[in-house]
């Protein structure tokens, strides 16, 4: 029985060497809390990366510009059509507040740190993060409710707080720029935010909300498009950056956008892809794949380039009825770089290839920011995207002067002729232009009033070219309130009829237009009457859906809907008007 | 006098094994006593007042009252003897015990001082006393293994004998033709003819309904005719005959409410194992527990399990606490045994082929080609082939005359590239129906009665789905058991397992190998392979790009990835289980056990994925490596440290006569690490070997999680038995738990069950010959569920990496801090249950039912829905509660009769279970039923209701409104409306408009339910025979409701409906599809991506709808067994004990509903979802099991 006892009192011993009390405290062995973060500069830099994941990407940069009237691809979006839903889960259709929480518990928390350069520096990149998501809800939606701090479960009335006027969410936007100005660095470095590219935020909100408040009515309007110009203006003087130009005028726009790393002299943020690091885009796919959007531009922006004499296209009589052929003559080089005209070659390529009328659908196939052919599959491209780039600084400084009646021919020429001059186009003359107005631009945007009226036009004609499938041109006809030109049925290429055509004169015959089945064996072939038609019945330019409705109500349709579930969800939230 | 039991066998506990009790009552009795016989005996009169049925132990006590006589047996001596009717009367008290003795194979001697002794019969005696023809035999299991302790009785008279150790007995009967009734607890009572022969082998059939069975419950053992609560007990026996890789696969459909399903047929897949239904909304898994620890039933060797039990209701697994909120499985491994060393070998090898009919994609380059271009057209200006009509005048001439190359040179692009022209099967091309398996299993046992030893061992070897560079499983396993018994009053044991797996598989470009998920994308495979392309270049050299379609890669390049062979990847499972154990007798009923046990699993795995050179250029022009930037090594390593600890101690009393009580008290902990490191870098240098030295890309990937648990518990069982009829008993434990904050740590969980044996109270005695058993339970009780994150409670940040780059590198960030709640404590699920046992005609039929109600409490759920400004997902809270109702239901058959002198056995067995789940709190005042609602049956389908197709153009104008369905037409195709052919929804509301409306009960809009996606009335139909040697089973399995939606990207289904560029459509697809000829087809016209948008918004096909909901439930004959064992004189010329031979096949036929809209049966019932996946298989197998 020894034996007996000895076994119970080790087997009790076992048991109770057991019973230690933090044996149920299990403390997280590969996260770290809160509370133990935000002490240094690694912290806060660690913390402070997870802003830039929520930079645009291919969808917010190229694509934007299918719901404008530079591209046509295949379908209509409901921006023109008139019939956008109101969404109805909660947090959907741009409602969402995530990245903002994530900033906010930055601010939350950031003071602890103890490197006093560090929190100036990584708060500055916070500030520039914060206002920039504010200009996107406000771009979108217009009043938001505004907040500085995470919201807890229980603060019951910051989560069902009204919303804010655009009014005080455009003043908050600038003061957090402001301080994101005062305290970013200046180093040039493409792909992290500085001094330079907050002060470019700072100019491109306060234009779009001052001209919005210009053209839309609103208070304050020219004291915002002054900040624009100032902000423009001290990128232009203070910063190292420049136009892109190797003195080829024919290539470098080109090249720039097709670069596989962002030329740092002029992006100023860039959007890095890397076959390498296995971060890839479909850029090339999209612009050449017969089975993605189609997309092409319209005839509305092809007709926007100017001769190379400085003229306008649309100033040559019969240019209605050019051909393909004719119209690309003498044009703004800027348009051989950015669609396939006659004589186009792909980059890395020796023979010259025609537009593919099945990966583009008005004709106008995209050539900007298309690479080499060995990107063209399916997520194979790895070429750089530009989200700030000093031309739109440019672009707003000239377009902020001019709004503002202060434009001289010497602001002109640090601006606008700078982007003309890397292309080899003559320069903008203040006075020429404001004396003839083209009359192509007056109509089109004709709300446009005062003496600077031909200069306004003529700098809204350079940035919808220069800035191209960039992701602006939506924002801009906001802005201007002009979004009844989203009703027209947007054109593609002309053609005399149906038959045979040379498109690039060479003798040979390209394509086909037909109708029921084709009659000759041409390279490629067209169907007109299915959902292309031509715009005069037998002839003219290239229409597709020309069945769709196409609306857009001014009384509601510069602005999105808000959710439904949210409105629920907060009695005081008002919904947009006219959308309910 | 009082009356006075001895307990001459303290040794015998309930726990103990069956055959090592009978040895042991055996052992003792017949050593420790010698009798002496006394006169006057048989003069002494006993005297019963009334008829009456009362157990032997009754009569003792009647005898001991009225006498001076008292009785000295083993205790458990007549547990299993019959009653004895009594007549009212008096009697002698010789010719009383000589009747009441009369069934039990015993005999009584007087001793001094009025003390009858009772002892079982040995062959000794019998040998000794009787004069007759000796006969000798065994008797042993049907799997061979020896039965000591069997009774052997001749029929018709009291002559009988016990077999030993080794099964072997010995008894000289009366008569050559005389017959033996071969009895064994547990058994079919089996009666052989000695037809003149003198050896007698003899398979006693286990009886699998039998109510005398031994039943393991957490932390002991219980008789299944005194359980208390609802279990389930599952026999080794009941799934022998099923093959599989793993224990979870082969457990399908055994028992009533145990649910198993699996997500795909891999070869490497383990299946979902679920106890009456949904769980929390939150899942949560049954507890399983491996010789009484947390266990994998995927890494033990399906031939080592004895038995499983299945504890359903709270009662029986509270002793659980925490983790046994949904139920446990309770594996018994099998015992060493003592006696000769016993040697088993089983092998089997058979091969598999897909259920779904592969045979029926189209394969035709041309017809596939036209429909595709067919449904391009609908939604693009250009087809999506890109073949000329000169193209398809030659495809239409290489119809006529087959011997046309298939491949021609042209110039196209400015380069000469090869066209294809081909009729491939892809799917028989890659994929192959003859998948290989072998398996060898080898067991020994033995032993003395103080030391005996089990060993098993166990190699599982399949082959995979591909053809080409092949996937292959090799799964090993060892256990071994040691138990010794130094003292009488102690028990040591070790048991040890060893688990290891190695899983080899190609790998492809589009394998996802960020983040822990290696899984390979099977929806690439049926992306593009047009039957147009061949798997080559007529050069041999791989193509991925078509000549005409640069862009739109053969299967996204994953077919030439797995013709090129270089981009493989392994998984190697290896896991070693150790539980040590001791068992101490402090005092006569009271014991004490313990035991420490530890579980190490290392998991490793690597992927290498090579970029695949290709072109469609001759002459090797043209070459390019295929998507270079997903060319990566990558390394996953997963290790689990995971112990465990209990103590208890049982103490069974009798402090009064007829009253019985038992207690239990324990103490358990358990705590587990978990690490796993990933690493991956691209670059690699080498095409064939893995290092990270050889990887020299910039692409650098590293990442380890790191976390740990812990718990802590006591527990408590109390039994009381009143007579042997009514039985109570309370069960509870309280856990701590590491996972919560350490104010919510606490969690208590008693339970309390009570069941009346209505058979054994006197006024059933009319009704006993009919109906043996009858008892009733109930029971309620509550459990807690910590099936959680193990931090969940702390809110936390790690490092990322991020898709941005900088400086050259992805950057890496911290992660937002998720919202936490402060309140934030235990799920608790509460059951309560009622049942009922009948066992009748003498045991041939029993039935078990229980009804149940589960309700879960305070389900950790996202708290109420917060404005979308909030930022985050609402932080979970115990917010929510549920109740699922169900049955479970089982009924056996089970007999034997004499066909031709031989015994034919056969049992018939159904099961059936059933529940149902409904939300009964959810904070959701609106109704949203995008989320739960309050009263919302879990699994609810919404839909609109189809009224049929449009019959013109124009009927879509005159008809509500369906921008919102079709906005698929709307904006993508080139025709923006319905058209003929169109499905045309029902405008339930009648607003003119087919919308969702708000999508809350309120305003459904035009939806309604349509459905559940719940899998109703889960049934398995058993039917088995033996005779002559042969002996067969049949297993199926189904369920008898389920509605499904086939998965938006289901081509297999859907065909061309869900993309024009998938390869394999149903043959039938065109035919099924509506047409000005065909307007009554079940199909729409044909248009592309039915998948696109949701379930109430986008795509015709897409939106649920009640015409295109499927009725997926399905009857499987998942298992029919056909087995001869070698008679005895041929396998003992073979010189083993006994040789069996069988043939299995597992998923033989299906039928199913489904199959209605799938006439190609391309899709399986079981394998829903989007059927991009693994299919399952059926299988043909052929063994041998042999005995030494």
Aim: proline share 4%.
């Amino acid at each position: 029985m020894k034996m007996k006892k000895i076994t119970i009192i080790l087997l009790l011993a076992v048991l109770l060497s057991g019973c230690n009390d933090d044996f149920l405290d299990r403390a997280p062995l590969s996260e770290i809390s809160p509370e133990n973060s935000f002490n240094t500069a690694a912290d806060l830099e660690l913390y402070t990366n997870s802003f830039y994941n929520d930079l645009s990407g291919f969808g917010g940069i190229i694509e934007n510009d299918n719901l404008s009237d530079n591209v046509l691809f295949n379908g209509v979006p409901r921006e023109q059509t008139g019939d956008r839903l109101i969404p109805a889960e909660a947090g959907s259709g741009g409602w969402s507040w995530g990245d903002l929480r994530k900033i906010n518990i930055f601010f939350e928390n950031f003071e602890r740190c103890t490197d006093e350069a560090a929190k100036i520096e990584y708060s500055g990149v916070a500030y520039f993060f914060r206002a920039l998501f504010y200009y996107n809800k406000l771009k979108r939606f217009g009043d938001v409710p505004w907040y500085e701090t995470p919201i807890g479960t229980g603060d019951t009335d910051l989560l069902l707080k009204p919303r804010d006027s655009r009014v005080f969410i455009t003043q908050k936007i600038i003061e957090d720029l402001d301080k994101a100005i005062e305290n970013l660095n200046t180093d040039q470095s493409s792909d992290r935010v500085n001094r330079w590219t907050a002060l470019a935020l700072k100019a491109r909100v306060c234009l779009f909300e001052g001209t919005f408040r210009k053209y839309h009515g609103g208070q304050g309007a020219d004291e915002l498009i002054n900040l624009a110009e100032l902000a423009a203006k001290r990128v232009i003087d203070e910063s190292p950056y420049k136009i892109y130009s190797t003195g080829n005028p024919n290539t470098d726009y080109r090249d720039l956008f097709a670069s596989n790393d962002a030329i740092d002299d002029e992006i100023m943020l860039t959007r890095r892809y890397s076959l390498n690091l296995d971060v890839i885009n479909s850029i090339n796919y999209y612009f050449t794949s017969p089975t993605q959007s189609d997309v092409g531009l319209t005839k509305s922006i092809v007709d926007t380039y100017l001769l190379d004499s400085g003229l306008p296209f649309t100033s040559q009589s019969g240019y209605e009825s050019f051909d393909f052929l004719q119209e690309s003559q003498n044009r703004d080089p800027r348009m051989s770089q950015t669609i396939r005209t006659p004589g186009y070659t792909r980059i890395g390529g020796s023979s010259s290839v025609l537009p593919d009328f099945s990966a583009s659908i008005s004709g106008y196939q995209i050539a900007k920011f298309v690479n080499d052919e060995s990107q063209d599959g399916f997520q194979a491209g790895y070429q750089d995207l530009p989200i700030f780039r000093y031309a739109e600084v440019l672009l707003i400084f000239a377009e902020a002067k001019a709004e503002l009646g202060t434009l001289a021919q010497a602001d002109l020429d640090i601006s606008i002729n700078v982007l003309r001059a890397r292309v080899g186009m003559p320069g903008l003359n203040i006075s020429a232009a404001n004396s003839i107005p083209d009359p192509m631009l007056q109509a089109r945007y004709s709300n446009v009033s005062g003496p600077n009226v031909g200069v306004i036009l003529e700098i809204r004609r350079e940035r919808r070219v220069e800035l191209v499938l960039e992701g602006f041109r939506y924002d801009d006809l906001m802005r201007w309130k002009n979004g009844k030109l989203l009703e027209e049925y947007f054109k593609g290429m002309y053609f005399s009829g149906l038959g045979q055509f040379d498109l690039d004169g060479n003798g040979s015959f390209d394509l086909e237009l037909f109708q029921g089945s084709p009659v000759f064996s041409t390279p490629q072939t067209l169907e007109i009457g299915g959902v292309i038609t031509l715009s005069n019945g037998t002839n003219g330019n290239l229409i597709p859906f020309a069945d769709r409705t196409k609306n857009f109500d001014e009384s509601k349709d510069y602005l999105y809907p808000i959710p439904f579930g949210d409105i629920q969800l907060n009695p005081n939230l008002t919904q947009n008007p006219n959308w309910d | 006098m009082e009356i006075k039991f001895i307990y001459c066998c303290s040794l015998i506990r309930k726990q103990l094994p069956l055959f090592i009790m009978k040895t042991f009552i055996f052992l003792l009795c017949t050593s420790l006593f010698s009798f002496n016989s006394i006169d006057g005996f048989s003069q002494q009169k006993i005297k019963i007042k009334e008829d009456k049925i009362v157990s032997v132990d009754e009569v003792f006590r009647i005898i001991t009252k009225q006498s001076n006589f008292s009785f000295i047996y083993p205790e458990e001596l007549f547990e299993t003897s019959p009653k004895i009717e009594l007549k009212k009367g008096v009697f002698e008290l010789k010719k009383l015990l000589d009747y009441t003795l009369s069934s039990s194979n015993v005999n009584f001697k007087l001793s001094e001082n009025n003390v009858i002794i009772i002892e079982e019969r040995n062959s000794l005696q019998n040998k000794q006393n009787n004069q007759g023809i000796p006969i000798t035999g065994t008797v042993s299991d049907q799997n061979g293994q020896p039965l000591p302790g069997a009774n052997i009785l001749e029929k018709g008279t009291f002559n009988g004998t016990q077999s030993d150790f080794d099964g072997n007995f010995s008894l000289d009967v009366a008569n050559e033709n005389s017959i033996l009734v071969i009895s064994y607890l547990g058994f079919t009572t089996q009666e052989i003819s000695l037809n003149g022969k003198s050896v007698i082998n003899v398979k006693l059939i286990e009886n699998t309904a039998s109510l005398d069975e031994v039943v393991v419950v957490g932390y002991g053992t219980v008789k299944k005719e005194n359980l208390t609560g609802a279990v389930e007990s599952i026999s080794s026996r009941q799934i022998e005959n099923n093959i599989g890789p793993n224990t979870s696969q082969i457990l399908q459909g055994v028992a009533p409410n145990l649910n198993i399903t699996l997500d795909n047929g891999g070869i490497n897949e383990e299946a979902n194992i679920n106890i009456r239904g949904v769980g929390s909304i939150n899942g949560g898994n049954p507890l399983i527990l491996i010789d009484g620890v947390q266990g994998n039933l995927d890494r033990i060797n399906p031939r080592d399990i004895a038995s499983i039990s299945v504890l359903k209701d709270a009662a029986s697994a509270s002793i659980y606490g925490a983790r046994a909120a949904f139920g446990v499985i309770l594996v018994s491994t099998k015992n060493a045994r003592s006696g000769n060393i016993t040697i088993n070998y089983n092998t089997n090898y058979g091969w598999s082929s897909p259920t779904i009919r592969t045979d029926n994609f189209i394969t035709d380059g041309l017809d596939w080609a036209r429909l595709s271009d067919k449904l391009s057209l609908l939604e693009n200006t250009s087809t999506y082939l890109g073949y000329t009509q000169e193209d398809y005048d030659y495809l239409e001439a290489r119809r006529l005359d087959p011997t046309l190359p298939s491949v021609l040179i042209k110039d196209v692009n400015g380069a000469e590239r090869y066209i294809h022209y081909g009729n491939t099967d892809w799917w028989n091309t890659l994929f192959s129906d003859q998948q290989l398996s072998a398996e060898h299993n080898l067991s020994l046992s033995g032993g003395t009665d103080k030391m005996n030893f089990y060993l098993s061992g166990r190699y599982y070897k399949r082959d995979g789905i591909y053809k080409i560079n092949k996937d292959k499983l090799n799964t090993y396993t060892i256990r071994a058991k040691i138990e010794a018994k130094p003292y009488k009053w102690l028990n040591i044991g070790n048991s040890i397992n060893v688990y290891k797996k190695d899983y080899s598989e190609p790998a492809t470009n589009t394998r996802r190998v960020s983040g822990s998920d290696n899984s390979e994308d099977w929806r690439k495979y049926t992306f593009h392979a047009a039957p147009l392309y061949l798997p080559r270049n007529p050069d041999g050299s791989l193509i991925i790009q078509g000549a005409y379609t640069n862009n739109r890669d053969i299967a996204d390049g994953t077919f030439a990835d797995i013709l090129n062979g270089k981009s493989r990847a392994e998984e190697n499972d290896f896991e070693v289980f150790n539980t040590t154990s001791v068992a101490i007798k402090l005092a006569k009923g009271l014991e004490i056990k313990g035991d420490y046990s530890f579980r190490n699993r290392n998991q490793s795995e690597w992927v290498r994925i090579i970029s695949t050179p290709f072109t469609n250029q001759p002459n090797g022009e043209g070459v390019a490596l295929y998507k270079e930037n997903t060319q990566i090594y990558k390394e996953l390593e997963r290790r689990t440290l995971y112990q465990a600890i209990n103590a208890y101690a049982d103490y069974t009393f009798h402090p009064l006569k007829d009253h019985t009580f038992s207690a239990l008290v324990g103490f358990n902990q358990e705590w587990n690490t978990f690490k796993r490191n990933i690493a991956s870098r691209n670059g690699n240098l080498s095409e064939n070997l893995n290092s990270f030295n050889l990887a020299t890309g910039d692409n650098i990937f590293l990442n380890s999680t790191e976390e740990e648990w812990a718990i802590r518990a006591g527990f408590f069982r109390f039994k009381y038995n009143f007579l042997n009829k009514y039985l109570i008993e309370f069960n509870g434990r309280f856990d701590l738990s590491s996972r919560f904050p350490v104010d919510n740590r606490l969690g208590l969980f008693p339970s309390t069950s009570v069941a009346w044996k209505l058979s054994e109270e006197n006024f059933w005695s009319k009704i006993k010959p009919y109906i043996g058993t009858l008892k009733l339970r109930g029971s309620f009780g509550s459990l807690g569920n910590q099936n959680i994150g193990a931090y969940d409670y702390i809110s936390t940040m790690d490092v990322r990496q991020s898709n941005y780059i900088s400086d050259g590198s992805r950057i890496n960030y911290l992660s937002t801090p998720d919202p936490v709640s402060s309140n934030f404590t235990w799920e608790t699920s509460e059951t309560l249950d009622f049942g009922f046992d009948i066992s009748a005609f003498k045991n041939r039929f029993t039935t078990t039912f229980d009804w149940f109600r589960r309700d879960i409490k305070d389900m950790l759920t996202q708290g109420a829905q917060l404005p979308s400004v909030f930022g985050a997902t609402e932080p979970q809270e115990n917010a929510a509660d549920l109740r699922t109702k169900g049955f479970e239901l089982s009924v056996n058959w089970n007999d034997q009769f004499n066909a031709g002198n031989k015994p034919f056995n056969y049992r018939i067995g159904f099961i059936l279970g059933d529940s149902r789940t409904h939300i009964t709190k959810f904070d959701n005042p609106n109704g949203d039923f995008q989320q739960f609602y309050v009263g919302q049956e879990i699994g609810e389908i919404w839909g609109y209701t189809v009224e049929g197709f449009f019959e013109t153009d124009d009927e879509y104008l005159s008809h509500a409104d369906q921008t919102r369905v079709n906005e698929r037409i709307q904006n993508n195709y080139l025709i923006n409306h319905p058209v003929a052919g169109d499905i045309k929804f029902s405008d339930l509301d009648g607003d003119g408009e087919i919308t969702s409306g708000d999508r809350t009960l309120d305003n459904p809009g035009d939806l309604r339910r349509i459905g559940n996606t719940n899998a109703r009335y889960n049934y398995g139909i058993t039917l088995g025979a033996d005779y002559a040697g042969f002996d067969l089973n049949v297993f199926a399995q189904g369920i008898m409701q389920r509605d499904w939606n086939p998965g938006t990207d289901n081509g297999f289904f859907w065909g061309p409906f869900a993309r024009q560029y998938q390869n394999f459509y149903p043959k039938s697809i065109e035919s099924n599809s509506w047409s000005p000829d065909n307007p009554n087809a079940y199909f729409p016209r044909l248009a592309v991506y039915a998948e696109r948008g949701g379930p109430y918004e986008g795509a015709q096909l897409g939106v649920n709808s009640d015409k295109y909901l499927q009725n997926a439930a399905y009857l499987r004959i998942k298992n029919i067994t056909l087995g001869y064992t070698l008679p005895e004189n041929l396998s003992d010329k073979l010189h083993v004990t006994s040789l069996r031979l069988y043939a299995t096949g597992t998923n033989l036929f299906t039928f199913s509903p489904i199959y209605k809209n799938n006439p190609d049966r391309t899709v399986d019932p079981e394998q829903l979802g989007n059927g991009n996946d693994y299919p399952f298989t059926k299988t043909y197998v052929f063994g041998l099991d042999v005995k030494l």
